[in-house]
């Protein structure tokens, strides 16, 4: 039987338990399924389980990473007999820790990031892989104390170096709440009958077409990058791509395509091409999945790019 997961993910005091509490004072939200909240984090609201609209909802607190595993997720739901799960999840611990641990039938549905106004600037200034780390996977950001925050094209522009897919709403003290509206328009013609990137752009559309791969199935882009020969790319096939920085200096990381290349051997490791590709939706090991999926058309010896790294914003 698959278990829904709803997430809850944001730093300490950042408006997690309230919404939640909110969320289960709903009786919209009582499906009627036995519901297991998993608590992670502490903080100084304390969740009120007599004004929920489920009286079949059982509070287990994981007081401690290490308690974070399988077997002990599995055995929570069995002693609960949960049918669903909400978790509160720790704002210092990463999302790669939970995906980790989950019960093979535990299905992620939701996940929602709070913040905090006041904060945010700080927190993001400071522990900006921690954040990062979580608009990665959420559709929705949640700014509490809106009026705090000066900058909002900066909160934008944040929320962007992880994800173009995550929305931002803001809520303020006296119960307005305003959606971000900015509009992230995409520095390259997808419609042309090739796209063409540009040095900086391979970061943009990596991030475009990771997280919305159909509207590029058939087209031809063109494109600078590094070759990365690789015996998970398969038979046939390299990896172009770029080094790309997601929060830091010292969190840089190789990101790039599958491509299918009859003569990929005789292309050498960190060298840089032109690659002229088509691009396909497959299933392909690499990506536990469907994927894009590059064949090129032409690929051709290239100059280095003036910057070695390039940015998802």
Same mark, same amino acid.
């Given at each position: ?7 809850? %993910? *944001? ?11 909110? &969320? ?18 502490? *903080? ?24 974070? &595993? ?39 549905? @939701? +996940? ?16 900006? @892989?921690?954040?990062?780390?979580? $608009? ?24 962007? @170096? ?14 307005? %709440?305003?959606? /971000? ?8 013609? =997808? ?8 040095? /900086?752009?391979? *970061? ?7 997280? &919305? ?9 063109? $494109?600078?990058?590094?070759? +990365? ?7 046939? +096939?390299?990896?172009?791509?770029? $080094? ?7 969190? =840089?990381?190789? %990101? ?35 994927? =894009? ?21």
């Amino acid at each position: 039987m698959e278990i829904p997961i709803y997430l809850f %993910v *944001g730093m300490l005091e950042s408006g997690k338990t309230t919404f939640i509490q909110e &969320t289960m004072e709903d009786p919209k939200f009582d499906s009627g399924e036995k519901t297991l909240l998993l608590v992670c984090e502490e *903080g100084e609201n304390e969740f009120e389980p007599e004004k929920f609209a489920s009286k079949t909802t059982e509070i287990r607190v994981i007081e401690d990473k290490s308690e974070l &595993t399988m077997e002990n997720l599995q055995n929570l739901q069995k002693e609960t007999g949960a049918e669903r799960v909400l978790i509160e999840y720790n704002g210092m611990w990463m999302i790669e820790d939970l995906a980790e641990a989950l019960p093979e039938d535990w299905t992620p549905y @939701q +996940c929602i990031t709070f913040a905090d106004g006041t904060t945010f600037d700080s927190y993001f200034a400071n522990m900006r @892989q921690l954040l990062l780390d979580k $608009f990665a996977v959420s559709e929705l950001l949640i700014v509490n104390r809106a009026e705090h925050i000066k900058d909002k094209e900066a909160v934008h522009k944040a929320v962007r @170096q992880a994800s173009r897919r995550c929305d931002i709403a803001y809520e303020y003290a006296d119960g307005r %709440v305003e959606y /971000d509206d900015i509009i992230d328009e995409l520095p390259f013609d =997808i419609s042309a009958s090739t796209i063409e990137l540009q040095d /900086d752009q391979f *970061g943009i559309w990596y991030m475009d077409a990771s997280e &919305t791969p159909e509207k590029y199935k058939g087209k031809t882009v063109h $494109f600078k990058a590094q070759v +990365c020969q690789t015996d998970t790319a398969g038979k046939g +096939c390299f990896v172009p791509g770029r $080094f790309a920085m997601t929060c830091c200096a010292d969190d =840089i990381t190789f %990101v790039g395509f599958v491509c299918k290349y009859d003569q990929y051997k005789k292309l050498e490791q960190r060298s840089w091409v032109w690659v002229t590709a088509k691009v396909n939706l497959k299933y392909h090991p690499i990506y536990r999945g469907e994927g =894009i999926v590059l064949t090129a058309l032409q690929v051709e010896p290239a100059e280095p790019a003036k910057e070695d790294i390039v940015y998802f914003y």
